[in-house]
């Protein structure tokens, strides 16, 4: 087998980042459902032989684009608390993530967001489902840290973290649905105080943000 040709990889991923762009544009427009290979082809620019190479049939094209809609809104996420110097951090940068994700690729982060609730096989993973499980992950830290700190989280419910995933990637969503617009909403700032005051009570929380904030 011959090495693989760069130029030609870097083409396909760019056919495949295009017809997910698409799949999501004709979800928002008229709904998967009646939405054909050929259609998709032509919005997008990708050849048909191209596309046919790349997806056997309509619904990978889907399924895929459900993936890179996931993708596009929680790599950031992953990337920004592996890199920061501290879980505090880490998470003020992550909740900046998500929301710049949202604004870069609206229609990708509704696609998650709203349209995978009504495609549950094709999203399967990449769906509503999935993104709050990797937001509650993203908060759990902060429960984490309470706990090691000595505070009193036993009031705080078991679902704390999955109320508080809700309110945030209803942020994301709101961003992606008024097109990236910056919107007073759209600043992470309030959510991460919502975050931490939840483990650490009103005034340790905003010490906390005073000093990520610095």
Request: glycine letters at 6%; a negative charge.
């Given at each position: 087998m011959?090495?693989?040709?760069?130029?030609?990889?870097?083409?396909?991923?760019?056919?495949?980042?295009?017809v997910?762009?698409?799949?999501?544009?004709?979800?928002?427009?008229?709904?998967l459902s009646k939405a054909t290979a050929a259609?998709?082809?032509?919005?997008?620019?990708?050849?048909?032989?191209?596309?046919?190479?790349?997806?056997?049939?309509?619904?990978?094209?889907?399924r895929h684009a459900f993936a890179a809609a996931f993708d596009s809104l929680f790599d950031p996420?992953?990337?920004?608390v592996v890199t920061a110097p501290s879980w505090l951090k880490g998470?003020?940068?992550?909740?900046?993530?998500?929301?710049k994700a949202a604004a870069e690729h609206p229609r990708l982060a509704e696609l998650c967001l709203f349209y995978s609730l009504?495609?549950?096989?094709?999203?399967?993973?990449?769906?509503?489902?999935?993104?709050v499980a990797a937001i509650s992950a993203l908060v759990h830290a902060a429960r984490e840290h309470a706990e090691a700190d000595g505070r009193e989280t036993i009031a705080v419910p078991a679902v704390a973290e999955e109320f508080l995933a809700h309110g945030i990637l209803s942020r994301a969503a709101h961003i992606a649905e008024h097109d990236g617009q910056a919107t007073t909403p759209g600043?992470?700032?309030?959510?991460?105080?919502?975050?931490?005051?939840t483990f650490y009570g009103?005034?340790?929380?905003?010490?906390?943000?005073?000093?990520v904030e610095a």
């Open positions: 011959g090495a693989a040709d760069p130029s030609r990889e870097a083409a396909d991923d760019a056919y495949r980042l295009r997910a762009e698409v799949v999501a544009e004709l979800a928002r427009e008229r709904g259609e998709i082809c032509l919005r997008s620019g990708v050849p048909r032989a191209d596309f046919d190479r790349l997806f056997p049939e309509k619904e990978a094209a889907v996420v992953q990337e920004a998470l003020a940068d992550a909740l900046d993530a998500l929301l009504g495609a549950p096989e094709d999203s399967a993973g990449h769906d509503y489902t999935a993104a600043r992470r700032g309030d959510l991460l105080m919502l975050v931490l005051m009103t005034a340790d929380a905003a010490r906390m943000c005073r000093e």
